[in-house]
DNA sequence: AAAAAAAGAATGAACATTCATTTTTTATTA
DNA sequence: TAATAAAAAATGAATGTTCATTCTTTTTTT
């Protein structure tokens, strides 16, 4: 296999430099010349190692995708108690959006705009799955409100995203009491009121 | 003026066809030609307009976000209790993101990437003044947590944005009860309970 | 007939991608 | 182990295209 003897290195290089300038520029704003030389290597290099430029961006999406995911449900355990479970994740993922920043806001980027192709979108969803069943147990218990899973994601997730954005702005500094009165806002969004 | 005697229609013609185009094709594949032919001109003329690319969008984010803002606001009156007017306004808002859905597309694109200046994004945060105040009164009458005005807007505005490009992108509808039903979310998680 | 607005064609720069070489790595032989 | 040949990886410099913007001319309005 050729693929494999090429360096790892220069790959993660050329997917970092391409979060980095769609970051900061924009994705129409960030030609191969600049992510070739961010990463160090030739233009030409980035053809040995991607098919071309949206190849880049929906391969980078997608790694970077699988990344949020695995961080979000590293230590997420069927056993524990749906309310505790959802505190543990939300808290994961709010971890991964304040810490891996630069990735988090790659994400939101290409969530919202039409800069990947829509196969890559759906292949990133699919990873979602344990957070849906985690809902699915919830709503049975009637712990969860009885509601769409969009409605779930849009008022406890998403609004980390948000958050996120706005703290690399500038405008303001999601600290620890900041995050736990998220944290509350997002399960009171969706928790079933005794 | 100069300015005011040129066709007012053609002006809006090329705001709607970047609109369409940056929605449709992202920034990045939005030439200055593309978005002529869409609004039945010349490229040239374009630039009687505008002064380039960069501010045709500036100055359509700014255009269409007085718009949002001044649909949200339309109706609100400072004499009704908390509570309601947070409502009526939160359903303006979500009116808004549903009926004009393609100018709501393009404010969340705007608002998630670096293709407007930042001087653009600062000028339309100033006309959401009339909910901040409202706010400021809830949290004075220990109706809404007094958490900070970014928090709120992530929990009960943002998630709109993210519901609505949902709907656009087919995933599913929201409908009148699923509507009901984020509004009420909206609304648990920043109200004080009792 | 003068001024303003609009047009299409032209210009030059920037870009994604490919090409022709060079460098590095790997495998082979002495 | 050292020398070398073959293969793979990487490169910088082309290539041809696309694009934003401007220029010159034409059309429309005053």
Redesign the interface.
């Known amino acids: 296999m050729a693929k494999l003897q090429k360096s790892i290195d220069k790959r993660n290089a050329l997917i970092k430099a391409t979060i980095d300038l769609v ?7 960030a030609p191969m010349s600049k992510i070739a030389k961010m990463a160090n290597v030739s233009p030409a290099t980035i053809y040995l190692y991607f098919e071309n430029k949206q190849d880049l961006v929906n391969k980078t999406y997608i790694e970077v995708k699988a990344e949020y995911t695995k961080y979000a449900f590293a230590n997420y355990n069927e056993d524990v108690c749906v309310q505790k479970s959802f505190e543990i994740i939300w808290k994961r993922i709010a971890d991964f959006k304040l810490k891996e920043c630069e990735n988090a806001m790659f994400l ?2 290409c ?5 990947i192709d829509e196969s890559c979108r759906q292949e990133g969803i699919k990873h979602l799955q344990p957070l849906l069943d985690l809902w699915a147990r919830g709503k049975k218990e009637g712990v969860i ?1 009885p ?2 899973d ?2 779930l ?3 406890t997730i ?3 995203s ?2 996120m ?2 703290q690399k702005r500038g ?2 500094i999601l600290d620890e009491t ?1 995050l736990e ?2 944290y509350q ?2 399960w ?3 928790k079933v ?1 005794k």
């Open positions: 970051n900061n520029d924009g994705f129409h704003a939101a980027q969530d919202n705009t039409p800069i409100k509601i769409s969009y409605l994601y849009a008022y998403n609004p980390l948000f958050l954005i706005n405008s303001f900041l009165e998220a806002a997002a009171s969004s969706i009121c």
